[in-house]
């Protein structure tokens, strides 16, 4: 009920895909085949009885999968995606309670390895 003309929907075309990527992108994601690997490390360590809790998270610049003791608590340890280390020191890494990074990676099943349990000799 304006005086101006009505926009003809001829003239104005929009790209639904290109308009969603340019408000708001997407997260990043862990694929099938890097899910299977974290969780069976996961369920390894659960049949140990160490860990009892899991978290994922999809962010906008990571993909965080966190370790818990006890759900109430701080993650023990963060298995973190952030793609934009890809190129540089790898796009995956594990990361303890206090921050530090214990490895780190361009391959998930070799940041994996950390949680590996090292067999020693023992003298009886």
Known sequence: ???????????????LTEY???KDPLPVTFHRRELDAI????GR????GEW???AIDHLRDRAVFSVFKRSGEMPLYRIEKN???????GAYSVINQHGT???RGHELS???KVFDKVLRLIET
């Open 110 to 112: 070799q940041v994996l």
């Open 45 to 48: 360590m659960v049949g140990e």
């Open 1 to 15: 009920m304006t005086d101006q003309p009505d926009l003809q929907a001829s003239n104005v075309v929009v790209d």
């Open 83 to 89: 793609p934009k280390l890809a190129a540089k020191q």
């Open 101 to 103: 990074i214990l490895k």
């Open 39 to 42: 969780l069976w490390v996961y």
């Open 20 to 22: 969603r990527s340019s």
């Open 52 to 54: 009892r809790d899991y």
